[in-house]
């Protein structure tokens, strides 16, 4: 057995893998891109064999061709993805269906409402320190039970992205505690356990995965994984985790008030803590590892918003130079976007708000407004839904000493500048930017028993700050507060628009 330590990543447009060094040295990384399926107005749902399995096939066997390194050098594996989903299995461990995705994936809605109405609101943040909302996956079990009969009469188990892919590599159908707190209302906070105090109205917890840490061994990569992959049996694999949480470990956010903000598909936050301080409108779930919470938070719509813009108001522009060129024009634009403002609500929305009937909104339009000040108020409006999610942490109390961005958004300077304008805060920059593959290596190697926690500081180190301009403080204040009300006064419009693009299909 070698030394070296493999991480992959399945994100939801993308998934990456990254061979590493035990010095965390990166020795070769690979990318393959792929789709997603929106069946349904405030659906999201990807293959979990087609896209999932197949990337982490492609990408073992692109990492690992000999050129130079080969399966026999890999110490250990740990593979995250997206989530929380909802993937049926049958008895053979097959899909029933495609996975049903985390957030971005509103169709649960009456069922929420059902279990807020039989459970009730206060039992359910009593037991999982957080209300439910469209990233809660027991109001999709229930889903899939009341409108697929067929396939809920089919399921054996019940499992989720990055679960599945270990399950894959393995045959142990294990997940981690942080993903495992989003099933609502199947697990205990208190317990960091499944309970099966509501199995009648969701699911009994025996179809669930036995839980562990993410910094623990699942297994071992079985024979059969082996065939797929080209990996060695035998291989030890770890319980791996939610591609978020992975993220934040490959950035050094493993210390209490080390907070993440993410920038990719969605934003996503990850506040790490020694107690919880739960509070409905975010998520209080388990960490990494033993002894540690996670205070966590997500955006539904951040770089989807960016690519939609590209995809549907940016045709002219060659695909290779588009956001170069958008965000350029973006920079001329002055804060506030000469009065235009945008709800970034596409796909519903998360934290703070929970509303999965929000929708996106462009305010304050005239005819001399051109697309560059729409991108330009496009970012801001992301600007000011991190700041709500900022602001948001500060009241329940939840100390934050740094902040640390990480993602696709990051690699223009202008949105992370809008931000910090926006929110007032630093943020931090780290020199590897690879991303959640790169914390399933370090995982992979805590797993493996050739790291240490401790061994972190050597393989991230941070290489720029970006420190707010104060000369546009009043400005984006000003706006800051006529974002919030624009939600507010149109809330109900908004639901009642959602309402008849969902029955139009």
């Known amino acids: 057995m070698g030394e070296l330590l493999l991480g992959i990543d399945v994100g939801t447009y993308s998934s990456k893998g990254v061979l590493a060094a035990p010095d965390g040295t990166v020795l070769k990384s690979q990318v393959v891109e792929h789709g997603l399926e929106i069946p349904h107005p405030g659906w999201a749902e990807q293959d979990a064999e087609g896209v999932w399995w197949a990337d982490v096939v492609t990408l073992c066997r692109a990492l690992l061709d000999g050129k130079p390194h080969t399966a026999a050098d890999v110490a250990a ?21 495609r996975g049903i995705l985390y957030g971005v994936d509103t169709r649960a809605t009456e069922e929420i409402e059902f279990l807020e109405r039989s459970i009730g609101p ?48 393995t045959g142990e159908h294990v997940m981690d505690r942080h993903t495992a707190s989003h099933y609502i209302p199947l697990f205990d906070l208190k317990s ?3 309970t099966d105090r509501y199995a009648e109205e969701v699911a009994d917890p025996s179809l669930l995965p036995r839980l562990g840490w ?43 008030g080390d907070l993440m903000v993410m920038y990719g598909s969605t934003t996503f936050f990850i506040l790490v803590q020694e107690q919880p ?9 388990a960490g990494a590892r033993r002894g540690q919470y996670n205070l966590a938070a997500g955006m539904a719509t951040s770089g989807s918003l960016t690519r939609w813009f590209r995809d549907e108001l940016a045709r002219d522009l060659p695909e290779a130079e588009a956001y170069e060129r958008l965000y350029r024009a973006a920079e001329q634009v002055p804060p506030g976007a000469r009065g235009l403002l945008v709800l970034p609500y596409f796909s ?9 009937r929000a929708r996106g909104l462009i305010a304050g339009l005239n005819l001399s407004h051109s697309r560059d000040e729409l991108f330009r108020a496009a970012l801001e409006g992301v600007g000011y839904g991190i700041r709500h999610n900022l602001e948001t942490f500060g009241e329940v109390g939840a100390a934050v000493k740094r902040v640390v961005a990480v993602g696709g958004g990051t690699k223009g300077r202008t949105w992370l500048q809008i931000v910090c304008d926006i929110s007032g805060q630093e943020q931090l920059l780290p020199e590897v930017t690879i991303g959640a ?14 790291l240490r926690w401790d061994d972190l500081g050597q393989w991230v180190r941070l290489r720029e700050r970006v420190a ?4 546009h403080k009043a400005r984006y204040d000003e706006m800051y507060r006529l974002y919030l009300q624009l939600y507010s006064s149109t809330r109900d419009l908004v639901h009642a628009l959602a309402g008849i693009g969902q029955e139009a299909g």
């Open 277 to 285: 301080t739960p509070d409905p409108r975010m998520w209080t779930v």
């Open 468 to 471: 707010p301009n104060p000369a």
């Open 437 to 450: 593959s790169y914390g399933d290596a370090f995982l992979a190697g805590v797993a493996g028993g050739l």
């Open 122 to 169: 206060e039992e359910l943040f009593r037991l999982s320190g957080m209300a439910l909302s469209s990233q809660a996956v027991g109001p999709k079990i229930l889903w899939v039970r009341r409108h697929e009969p067929e396939v809920w009469r089919q399921t054996a188990r019940i499992t989720t992205a990055s679960s599945y892919l270990t399950y894959r590599l």
């Open 348 to 356: 519903g929305e998360r934290t703070p708000i929970n509303d999965p």
């Open 214 to 256: 993410s910094d623990e061994l699942a297994g071992e990569v079985s024979p059969q994984g082996a065939r797929e992959t080209g990996l060695k049996a035998g291989t030890p694999v770890a319980v791996g985790a939610v591609d978020a949480l992975a993220e934040a470990v490959s950035v050094g956010v493993a210390h209490p």
């Open 77 to 97: 594996v740990c593979l995250s993805a997206i989530g929380p989903c909802m993937l049926p299995l049958d008895q053979k461990g097959r899909p029933l269906r």
């Open 192 to 194: 960091l356990e499944w």
